[in-house]
């Protein structure tokens, strides 16, 4: 989809996914073991954020469960979602399959893999880095594993590709458990297990400024390189006619998704299928063009993953299911309906 038009929708979705989302954020501040009003919500907020509205009007037990408990987690999830969709479209778009994403090519399950071993190994191991930066090395790892095996044992195929990364995120999710069954320590096998379930729950206000970054870093660097990654639809000899370098762009885009797939685990676990769901939910409203398409998918899946972290603490009270959960039983039955599909509408506009 391009020309006028295409702007004009694109900018109208990206709007009514704001405003959905803004409201949305607010019921998810409010609901909790404490319920407090939307209005109450909004009120704190504004009070915060401007410094206008009367502080008498609520309490300081419900300003200290929104600012500095449920808002960290709603923002979390709206960065953790965010990232996982724009890696979710840039792997479709570099590796031409509909079925990819990180979690189904491995690469959740790398950056799991570096953040457990970090966790159970210690930092000492690693150099003193970050687990950050040891879910981004997994991530890493994994992703050009997949992409080395598919390159070097034959030719191109989606089914290779996607074989290629399940059974090597299978790999990599059994060292992660062996990791897990010989660390000593109940608490660093309970933190690790984390990793494996995926949760928001721990958020914290000095959690979000390196995903922020990093996240709005990758997708800035992948709106760039929006025509390039059209260009890639069609494969290497089209790109490299349009005067696209496709070696050169994979690898950077690579790179791009292995930060934003490491950031993301780091910080919230394994999330199964949201890189699956949400470019293919924003590809049917706006298209294939990605200078729509990744801003819209940005959106959504932020949008998305609040949506499904409300689920999991509202599904089952007073228990809470880990968000990785809520998204396999959401996503499993859509990669089967899209495997399923004799014929998948990609690379159209």
Known sequence: MTGKSGSWRTGLVLGGLVVAGLALCVVAVGIGSAFIPPATVAEILGYRLTGLGDPTHWTLTQDDI??????PRV????????????VGVVAQAVMRNPLADPYVLGISSG??????????????AFGGVSVGVAAFAGAVLALFAVAA??????TFSSSRLVLAGIVIGAGFTGLTNFLIFQARDVGTTNTALFWILGSLSGARWDQLLVPTVVLVTGVVLVMLLSRQLNALLFGDATAAALGVDPNRVRLL??????????????????IAFVGLIVPHAARLVVGSDHRGLVPVAAALGAVFMVAVDLLSRTVMPPEELPVGVVTA???????LLLMARSTVRFGES
């Open 75 to 86: 923002l979390l999830a709206i960065l953790v979602g965010a990232a996982l969709s724009v």
């Open 253 to 270: 885009l690579y790179v791009v998704a292995a930060a934003l797939t490491g950031v993301a685990v780091a910080v919230s676990g394994v």
């Open 111 to 124: 950056a799991a893999l570096g953040a457990v071993a970090w966790l159970v190994l210690g930092a000492a």
């Open 149 to 154: 095996f598919v390159r070097f044992t034959g």
């Open 329 to 335: 039983v959401l996503g499993a039955p859509a990669f």
């Open 66 to 71: 929104v600012w500095n408990l449920r808002l």
